[in-house]
């Protein structure tokens, strides 16, 4: 089998190729390709600035509903802690990861303010949820890379619980394991398994730069069946 010498030595220089030569659309085309045909979280998960774009490696988090804050007659221990683990994985995300929460019905935000606070200054990615955040301003004024169904003031406290973390997780079919690229900008938010990354941003590169090559060619008058003859891309 062929093995792809990739471009970048380390996670930051992936990232920052990603940032400043590709885009979320492109690298999902790529995976197409590849046969992975269903990496995209669902269309209503965006960011809450249309400028936001966020690359890092997932930190799964799964989160439970529940109804009190503290439950004392349980058989779960987990029932009597409020908020369950939540800020142990909070505590956990390391540099460049990204919190992504699923598992919860959308009654309450599962991320805000003092989260974002927190994950910054362990030099997270951002956050991505398969449900509401709050704080919105907080989070805006912080410029922290946050995509969520949109703002929703209640609070999880009594009526959610985060259960696990660094656990495989799925928002709709599409699975993240720990680990797994995320890649999110204002036209969707995508999952690259780590087993396909290396050809799936190798070929987003060599996209991307023949895309600047067609470009030129239909400023310059080329009709796009000639284009798309020549450099098959479109």
Known sequence: METIAPLWKNDEELFKIAKEELFVALVGDILDTLGYQHQFLPPNIKPLNPSFVLIGRAMPVLEADVFEERVENTNNPLMK?????????LDDLKKNEV???TGSSPRYALWG?????RAMKLQAAG??????????NEVLNLNF??????????????????????VPIEI???RIN???IIYGDRDGVLIVPKEVEIKAFMGAIEKARGEQLVKKALENGMSTVEAFNKFGIM
Not at 113 to 117: D, K, Q
Not at 127 to 136: F, H, Q
Not at 145 to 160: K, N, V
């Open 81 to 89: 802690k409020p908020f369950g683990i939540m800020f142990e994985a």
């Open 99 to 101: 919190y992504i929460c």
């Open 113 to 117: 303010g003092l989260m974002s606070t």
């Open 127 to 136: 956050a991505v949820m398969d449900g509401y955040s709050r704080d919105t």
């Open 145 to 166: 890379p946050t995509f969520s169904f949109g703002g929703y003031a209640q609070d999880q406290g009594p009526r959610g619980k985060v259960i696990d973390y660094r």
């Open 172 to 174: 709709k079919g599409t």
């Open 178 to 180: 720990p680990g797994d």
